[in-house]
């Protein structure tokens, strides 16, 4: 089985030796997801967490969309915080973008720092 890289024009490049995603198979790993606008390359909010939430959450969307798959084919997450003081907020943001009957599998970590020192980061596993 090969695997293929999925790669979103609407999704912000990666800043780093990796790929937004892999698709193995009928799974897909997208990659982390900050809050950066894919046309300006700038971090979207400023500190304000649910401003990052939301761009990092479209962010998703675009990588998933290059894949053909949406975020109902979402089956995990992977959230990490900065200040899981945030979580609440974080967590409305984040359940919004799911339907009120399915929400993946998920975890969140408080971690010391993120890439750019954002607020949030999230990557998640698909599966079509």
């Known amino acids: 089985m090969a695997n293929t890289i999925i790669y979103s024009p609407d999704a912000p490049a990666p800043i780093g030796p ?9 799974t897909v790993y997208v990659s982390g997801q900050i809050a950066l606008d894919t046309a300006s390359g700038q971090l979207i909010g400023g500190g304000d967490v649910a401003a990052e939430t939301h761009q990092v959450m479209r962010n998703l969307q675009a990588v998933l969309a290059a894949a053909g798959m949406t975020l109902l084919d979402v089956v995990k997450c992977s959230i990490f915080v900065k200040d899981l003081g945030n979580f609440g907020l974080i967590n409305e943001i984040y359940g919004s973008y799911f339907t009120a009957d399915y929400a993946p599998a998920r975890e969140t970590v408080e971690v010391s720092r993120l890439p750019k020192d954002v607020q949030v980061e999230i990557s998640c596993i698909a599966v079509k």
């Open 18 to 26: 990796y790929s937004q995603a892999i698709q193995a198979g009928n």
